[in-house]
């Protein structure tokens, strides 16, 4: 049993990782084809070029839903703004003999918008 823990741990990090590096793929995307920048992206063109580059292989997978973009304010310079990507994926637990458990995860990124 503390095998199957050990490797479901490895999983749970491995898959925060990637949803970390996910969000900040995002917002450097964002930054880039801003609303006010010269290539402008929709949310939902940025939210699948997160999806893309997420590629969860463990449990769950990421969607549209679970991918916020936002433009708040920067609060340094109130006349630029800011991208901000939140990812949340469910991660559920699977170790044999064990309840079943859903992990939160939740990761952030914030950038100056470039353009």
Known sequence: MVTFATFEMALVVYSYNTISHAARECVRYAIVHSPTGPNPATAAQIQQITIND??????????????????????????????????????????????????????????????
Do not use: E, H
């Open 54 to 115: 997420a590629a969860m292989p463990t449990s769950g997978a990421l969607t549209a839903q679970s991918i916020a973009v936002t433009w708040p304010a920067d609060p340094n310079m109130p006349s630029q703004k800011d991208a901000q990507c939140t990812i949340s994926l469910n991660y559920s637990l699977g170790i044999p003999f064990l309840p079943s458990k859903t992990l939160p995860l939740t990761a952030t990124a914030r950038m100056l918008v470039s353009q």
